[in-house]
Structure formats: structure tokens, C-alpha cells
């Protein structure tokens, strides 16, 4: 089977200047060129290494300063008519159109990710693709209706239940037409420590994501900086930057200098951004990893990547994170700060406690790769096959 993917213009194709979406993508197109499918990627590039997964198609990128006061204006007004949801779509729809039209041989499937309007283009164009819209997150939408998206679309798939579930409500698709899919861990890079006791005799913490109050990194600092006062061995480390590209200008944003001020009050070591090909060791070199989300975290790709690395996470109780932490970690309210202060006191003093929660940790990564995940995507493309 031929499948295409086309990236978020947002959204390059990149260990180093990619996000979670190119992430997810990469490992999907991994799993299934070893199952024998074919696989492309349209993407914008920049000048970054790209993956070197899949057949990559690029296009050039569709933003703001790259593209012409004519370009920029035929947008505006595109915008405003055909109410899209990216402001420069008209561009980057026009690029991936072109792109697909010039391939020899056409896929049979096509995925594009957090977009509710591409589907009429895709299938207007190419009726004989299967259209999916693969969702990462709450996707809202500038279109009136949806009867178009929904008519033109064969497959949406959710990385959570709950992102399935807020999808429901919000506009109604048939249940029959909507998928979980989970997100998965690479457990070949992500591994564990050899020995899983402490490296160092101070527990280690690790924030890492980006930094932003949704994500909470601020409460990882305040949570360690309690616990210290309390006398124990600890310590944090803050990885991560307000966006995966466009970097070295933190220090203009006002929550990252309140950020900054907490780190030094805990005596935080922060690292900014780290690139993928780097962050296996990072997550290893640690004990337990706080995600935090303030917000409805869709799934969460680091509580897979930090469990198979062996670490004990502690994760808001919001949004998809439950789902995919399992009863692996422990999770908290992070209004609560009380709380997730008093739950890693309880792993930074307790030994056995900590070691347990490792031993969770591996256990439930061990059953969440990208083996299984995309065995998933084979059998919805499947049920294509037999109604054909």
C-alpha cells in the first residue's frame, strides 16, 4: 500500500526543528516500511537535518517570511471567504496539491494531521484516495459546518480516547468514522539505565517539553524546591524552549522569566532546547519525570518515552495523560501543589517506592510500541479492502 502523509504547515520534518507530530509521523512511516508499505511525507523544510524516513516531498515553507506581500494578501482574503484554519493555507494547499499531483504513482492513502478542511480538496482531486485525518489534539475549526469535511473524509483518528470523545461532542461524527489510536514509544532508543537505583545519590527530576504554563514546568520547579526545604536529596533539571525553532529569545516572554526566577530560587539546571536524536540520554540520565499539564494534554509522548527509559513519572489527571500513563504513574491534581509536592517526597525518600515505579514504568512501556500502533492502522485499512 502507498501512504502519504502531509505535515502541518507548522510543522517541519526534522529531528532538530520538529514537533510532536513529525515525531509521530516519522516512527509511523518506520513501522510500516518495515511491514512493506510505501511511504512519503510531504513537508516544509528549513535548513535543519530532515528525517531520513520515507520518501520526503518538499515543499517550501508557508509562512509569513517566506512568502510575498501579493502571496500574503490572496490569503487574507482567502481566509475570510473559505474561512481556513491556518492563515496562510491557500499557499500551502496549493504546494501540497501540486506536489501530489507530480507523483508517478498516486497513494492510496492519505493523512494529514489536525486539519478539518483538506479532506474536500484531497478527495475533489483524487477521489479514489482514502482521506484520514489523524488528530493530536482538540482541533476546532473557522468552518460553519462540517458536512463537507465529514462527506470528503474516510477515516479520523484520535491519539486518545479523550480527544475522540471531546471530538464527539464537538461536532458529531458518526462514531463508526472515528478511531482511537494511541501514540507509542520506541523502545529501542528509549531504554533504561543498566542498573535502575539512583546514578547519584540525589534523586533526579526532569522537566523537559515546552516551556509554556499549559505545560507546566513551573510547578516541576515549585514541587522540587518544596521538597528540598523538606531536606532531601533532589534535583531538577528544565529542558526545553518556547517553540522547536526560533530559538534564543527566551528571555523576551514574560512567563519564561518568572520561570527563570524559580529556577535559580531551586537551584535548577536548565538546558533549553534539546533535539531529538539527544533527548534518549537526557531522559535517562534521570529518576523521575514530572508532566504536569495545566491544560487537557492530548496524549503525551514524553510518559511513554520517560517509562521505557525507565524513569517514575508523576502526570496531571487530566485530558489523555491517564489513559496513557496507565496505572504506571502517579498522577496528581495539578491545582494541587501540596499534593505533588507531598508525592515526590514520598519517591525522593523511599527507595523501594521509587524502584517499584520504575519497575511500572518499564512493565506498561513495554506494551504501548509502534509495532502495535501501526498494526492498528493496518486493520482500519483493511475494512477499506473488504468493502471494496
Avoid at 18 to 23: H, L, P, Y
Avoid at 172 to 188: F, K, M, Q, S, Y
Avoid at 252 to 264: E, G, N, Q, T, V
Avoid at 350 to 369: F, G, I, V
Wanted: aromatic fraction near 8%.
Amino acid at each position: 500500500m502507498r501512504i502519504c502523509y502531509i505535515n502541518p504547515p507548522s510543522e517541519f520534518y526534522s529531528p532538530i526543528s520538529g514537533g510532536a507530530v513529525a515525531t509521530v509521523t516519522m516512527q509511523q512511516a518506520k513501522e510500516l516500511i518495515r511491514r512493506g508499505h510505501s511511504v512519503s511525507i510531504i513537508s516544509s523544510v528549513n535548513n535543519d537535518e530532515t528525517y531520513p524516513v520515507g520518501d520526503l516531498v518538499e515543499i517550501a515553507p508557508s509562512q509569513r517570511h517566506n512568502l510575498s506581500k501579493m502571496q500574503r494578501l490572496r490569503c487574507m482574503v482567502g481566509r475570510r471567504v473559505g474561512r481556513w484554519d491556518w492563515a496562510y493555507y491557500g499557499v500551502f494547499k496549493s504546494r501540497f496539491m501540486s506536489a501530489l499531483r507530480k507523483m508517478a504513482q498516486k497513494p492510496d492513502v492519505v493523512i494529514v494531521h489536525n486539519d478539518l478542511v483538506s479532506s474536500r480538496h484531497l478527495k475533489r482531486a483524487f477521489p479514489q484516495v482514502k482521506v484520514v485525518v489523524w488528530l493530536h489534539n482538540e482541533q476546532r475549526t473557522q468552518q460553519r459546518r462540517m458536512d463537507s469535511t465529514l462527506r470528503h473524509t474516510d477515516a479520523f483518528v484520535c491519539v486518545s480516547d479523550y480527544i475522540r470523545d471531546w471530538t464527539l461532542r464537538q461536532y458529531g461524527i458518526p462514531a463508526d468514522r472515528i478511531h482511537t489510536i494511541l501514540n507509542a514509544v520506541d523502545a529501542e532508543t528509549f531504554t533504561p539505565r543498566s542498573d535502575l537505583r539512583l546514578a547519584n545519590c540525589a534523586v533526579r527530576v526532569l522537566f523537559i517539553g515546552r516551556i509554556d504554563p499549559n505545560k507546566g514546568p513551573d510547578l516541576a520547579v515549585d514541587a522540587v524546591k518544596g521538597v528540598r526545604e523538606f531536606g532531601a536529596g533532589i534535583r531538577i533539571t528544565v529542558a526545553g524552549s518556547l517553540w522547536w525553532y526560533g530559538l534564543g529569545s527566551e528571555m523576551s516572554d514574560p512567563y519564561f522569566r518568572l520561570l527563570r526566577a524559580k529556577m535559580d530560587q531551586a537551584n535548577a539546571e536548565y538546558v533549553g532546547h534539546v533535539t531529538r536524536p539527544n533527548v534518549p540520554a537526557l531522559i535517562r540520565e534521570h529518576d523521575i519525570v514530572c508532566v504536569l499539564s495545566r491544560s487537557n494534554e492530548p496524549f503525551g509522548l514524553v510518559v511513554l518515552e520517560a517509562m521505557a527509559s525507565g524513569c517514575a513519572v508523576i502526570a496531571s489527571n487530566r485530558g489523555g495523560l491517564p489513559q496513557a500513563c496507565g496505572d504506571a504513574a502517579i498522577l496528581v491534581d495539578p491545582d494541587d501543589l501540596s499534593s505533588i509536592v507531598a508525592q515526590l517526597h514520598q519517591l525522593a525518600t523511599n527507595p523501594q517506592m521509587l524502584m517499584d515505579r520504575k519497575r511500572r514504568s518499564l512493565e506498561h512501556a513495554s506494551r504501548h510500541t509502534w509495532r502495535h500502533r501501526v498494526g492498528q492502522m493496518e486493520s482500519l485499512f483493511r475494512t477499506w479492502d473488504s468493502a471494496s
